[in-house]
């Protein structure tokens, strides 16, 4: 065990484990940090996918919508006279 104690790795070893545990303030910084910018990067991606979605959509909306068969207005179809309907026993209103 002596052996193994003055073994200059071992010293190496504790000093990286030491020093990358989360106690140490430099470690807490760097984890901090790390995660601040991944999520800033995941919320820049995800608002750049977006633009490009919203952009394809709006894009399909507009060729779908000059696709379309265009109606002929109510008015053009009805014709102009009204039949009118003979009563073959008219009654006098009261």
């Not at 545990?21 to 430099?26: A, P």
């Not at 990067?41 to 952009?55: E, N, R």
Request: aromatic letters at 10%; a positive charge.
């Amino acid at each position: 065990m002596r052996q193994l104690r003055d073994s200059h790795r071992v010293w190496q070893l504790s000093g990286l484990v030491l020093g990358l545990s989360l106690y140490s303030y430099r470690v807490q910084e760097l984890v901090a940090c790390w995660l601040f910018f991944i999520i800033l990067f995941v919320v820049l991606a995800l608002l750049v996918l977006g633009a490009v979605l919203a952009w394809y959509a709006g894009k399909r909306a507009a060729d779908w919508a000059r696709t379309t068969v265009p109606l002929t207005p109510v008015p053009v179809l009805a014709s102009a006279e009204v039949p009118l309907e003979r009563i073959s026993n008219p009654r006098e209103l009261k």
